[in-house]
């Protein structure tokens, strides 16, 4: 079956950064386009960057020039570095496999805490 595992979150302090993984399985990794979203509470997900197949990138404007994405399809893993964090990064962060019309599959999700 298809997993998706997030780790690397954790509590950091405004200006800090971490670096989030998802390791997936299950799916043929190279094809799909990569997503990573995020909670706050009481406010809807909302899209923090994605990785294209191809390897286009699309970032909020929120965190552009700040995050990062990337993949690396050797070991089915997308990553999203984290620089610069402010106290409204504080979210849990999903990842996330698409692919054209096909159903999404989504991680458990990691807490991020930003601290100020």
């Known amino acids: 079956q298809v997993q998706l595992v997030e780790s690397g979150g954790g509590l950091v302090q405004a200006g800090g950064s971490l670096r989030l993984s998802c390791a997936a399985s299950g799916i043929i990794f190279s094809i799909y386009s990569m997503g990573w979203y995020r909670q706050a509470p009481g406010k809807q997900r909302e899209l923090v960057a994605e990785?294209?197949?191809?390897?286009?990138?699309t970032y909020a404007d929120s965190v552009t020039g700040r995050f990062t994405i990337s993949r690396d399809n050797a070991r089915n893993t997308v990553y999203l570095q984290m620089n610069s964090l402010k106290p409204e990064d504080t979210a849990v962060y999903y990842c996330k496999a698409g692919l054209a019309i096909l159903t999404d599959y989504w991680g458990q999700g990691t807490q991020v805490t930003v601290s100020s």
């Open positions: 990785i294209t197949s191809g390897g286009t990138t």
